[in-house]
Every structure is written in C-alpha cells, then in structure tokens.
C-alpha cells in the first residue's frame, strides 16, 4: 500500500506560481510512476502531469494546457514528487491529487492507470 499526502495548494492571483509537494511512502522512485491530476468542479478528472525515472525508462508528460508553465521533479531525498505551476490562470482553479502506480513504463496521463491516489490540495487562481 502506497501512501500519498499532498499539500501546497491554496490562494494565487493570475500570472502567480505555486509549488505543490506530495509525500509519498515510496522508497525505490524506479518501481513506480507517479502522477498529478486535477479536478474543477463539474468538470472532469484532467491528467496535469507524470513522470518515471527508472534505469528502464525515464519519461516526464504533461497536459496541453499547462505545458510551457508547470514542471515535475522527484525529490528523492524528502522521497517528494513536485509540481512546480508558474503563469497560473484562472483555468487552472481545481482540486488536484497526485497517483502512483507500481511498473516503471512511460508515464500516462490517464487516470484509470494509477492505483493509488492522495487526498486532494485545492489550487484557487483569482482574476
């Protein structure tokens, strides 16, 4: 059972940057792909982002929509995966969770791929 806690989110204005972090139990990053989604209300569960980084496969993915203006990073150390979010928008105003799922392969952003999910960070952008 893989344990995630994310946190980071909170209130912005337009054109601000967050950083969110999710702390994982993970101890070997290359066993597993990691994820960020997000949720808007009355929208539907959108892929932000993933990334592996195994001795197999080394990928980073990201939505059209925030490509250009949101980076991943594993901080294995603090055993972390980061979403850095700069040039945010209004747009970007969601809920959003991070997922794991064991297999190092290239990372998707499709939600039915991941097994384990964190409780959500509320990201709120102002006009």
């Known amino acids: 059972e893989v344990q995630l806690q994310a946190s980071g989110g909170g209130l912005v204005q337009t054109g601000g940057s967050l950083t969110l972090s999710c702390v994982t139990s993970i101890v070997n990053f290359g066993d597993y792909t990691i994820a960020w989604f997000r949720q808007a209300p009355g929208k539907e569960r959108e892929g932000v982002s993933c990334?592996?980084?195994?001795?197999?496969?080394?990928?980073?993915d990201y939505g059209d929509s925030v490509k250009g203006r949101f980076a991943i990073a594993i901080d294995k150390s603090e055993r972390t995966v980061i979403l850095q979010m700069n040039n945010l928008q209004p747009e970007d105003t969601a809920e959003y969770y991070c997922a794991a799922v064991w297999g190092p392969s290239p990372c998707t952003l499709i939600a039915g791929h991941y097994e384990y999910w964190g409780q959500g960070t509320l990201v709120t952008v102002s006009s």
């Open positions: 990334i592996t980084d195994s001795k197999y496969y080394s990928s980073t």
